[in-house]
């Protein structure tokens, strides 16, 4: 194992029960983390709030649920301090962009007891599921135990990540799920991309669009909602890459930074037309990526073209639902889509930002002293891109 420079304690937020906000959150000196063998050890420069960490605080994800007390936060950017024995693709010194293993992206341990059908008695059936769990809960889990209480079993949740995330100065993390960052990139710029730039890119992925000129000449009519948001700014520029035509709701006070990220109509969500998702030229939309909770499926059906399609990447119960009475139709329908961590797909994010073609809008930085106020700013619902903390 390589070692760099490793303090006994370190600085970390945390909080030590659901509930109570920006309030909540304390300062401790806590143990430096020790790293595993496929782990690196890094020292944040910075790190970025994500909706999925706020809606964890409030009790949202449960029945999967953090270990308290809890530090939060997915999205880091630093240096490496130190490697695993068994990590080859980094070395001391490294800038890397992480996403931590736990909420998104992180593996759960299912352990299924079968008391009817099982061969004999405490037989067990330990199942490993990769699958990303989008707020507000794990539908694919949820089915999954579903399915396994109709055969006569029980399950038994348990998270199987840590409990050390990224408001932290420092912070181990999975080889697996950090990547290089390129020069000329700041920490900050880059500490906002996993969750959000990711959810971006796998939700117009999977409407087929390409990014290496590729794709479709003419491109798609796709409208895009929330797209002042985190994972909507990154949205918005990547369809403009893959040479669609884009329709996008915000607020008012983002009309101008929204149509200067490349959308081609914008509308203010709070108007007739705009909580109608009514295109200003009268087009249907070919795809919609909703990215807002708040929109349903009534309101997206008669926008769609004729065989148009919803991907939803924040589904409402009203919407899961719609994506399983759709889900064999050949028309019109809604499929919901879930944050796969892929290291290609992150690379490719972060060359993009390194060709000047993709930007991480960023509503506010705060100092690590300042972390409360960051987690306040993100609770408002009214930051426009990401709210960054730096150490």
Not at 53 to 77: A, C, E, W, Y
Not at 88 to 116: A, I
Not at 227 to 235: I, K, L, N, P, R
Not at 300 to 313: A, E, I, N, T, W
Request: overall charge positive; hydrophobic content about 40%.
């Amino acid at each position: 194992m390589a070692a760099g420079e490793r303090p006994a304690t370190m600085r970390a937020v945390q909080y030590s029960g659901y509930g109570g906000g920006a309030a909540a959150l304390k300062f401790v000196e806590i143990h430096v983390p020790s790293v595993k063998k496929d782990e690196v050890l890094v020292k944040v420069e910075a790190a970025s709030i994500n909706q999925s960490d706020l809606m964890t605080q409030k009790g949202m994800m449960r029945p999967f649920h953090p270990k308290f007390p809890f530090i939060p936060v997915n999205n880091v950017s630093g240096e490496i301090v130190e490697v695993g024995s068994a990590v080859r693709e980094f070395k001391v010194g490294d800038k890397v962009v992480s996403k931590l293993d736990f909420w998104l992206g992180r593996q759960y341990n299912l352990t299924k007891t079968f008391s009817l059908t099982s061969p004999s008695p405490g037989w067990h059936e330990r199942r490993h599921l990769a699958a990303t769990f989008l707020p507000p809960v794990g539908f694919w889990a949820i089915s999954d135990v579903f399915r396994c209480w109709l055969s006569g079993g029980r399950y038994h949740l348990a998270a199987a990540g840590p409990t050390a995330g990224g408001l932290a100065e420092y912070v181990a993390t999975s080889d697996k799920l950090t990547v290089a960052r390129p020069a000329g990139i700041s920490a900050a710029d880059a500490a906002g991309v996993p969750v959000a730039g990711l959810t971006a890119l796998q939700a117009l992925k999977a409407i087929g669009t390409k990014f290496d000129g590729s794709g479709t000449s003419g491109g798609a009519d796709v409208l895009i909602t929330a797209a002042s948001s985190g994972v909507g700014t990154y949205a918005v520029q990547l369809a403009k890459l893959g040479n669609h035509r884009v329709t996008a709701t915000c607020g008012a006070r983002n009309l101008g930074l929204v149509a200067g990220l490349g959308a081609d109509e914008v509308l203010d969500y709070k108007t007739p037309e705009g909580a109608a998702l009514s295109s200003p030229s009268g087009k249907k939309y070919d795809y919609i990526v909703n990215i807002s909770n708040k929109n349903k499926w009534s309101v997206f059906k008669p926008r769609l073209s004729s065989h148009g399609r919803v991907v939803d990447v924040a589904p409402n119960f009203g919407n899961f639902v719609a994506s399983v009475v759709t889900l064999f139709s050949r028309r019109k329908k809604l499929s919901l889509v879930s944050l796969k961590m892929s290291k290609e797909d992150l690379g490719l994010l972060l060359e993009l930002m390194r060709e000047g073609k993709l930007r991480t809008v960023v509503d506010s930085r705060h100092p690590f002293e300042k972390a409360a106020d960051a987690w306040a700013r993100s609770l408002s619902g009214h930051a426009t891109g990401k709210v960054i903390v730096e150490m």
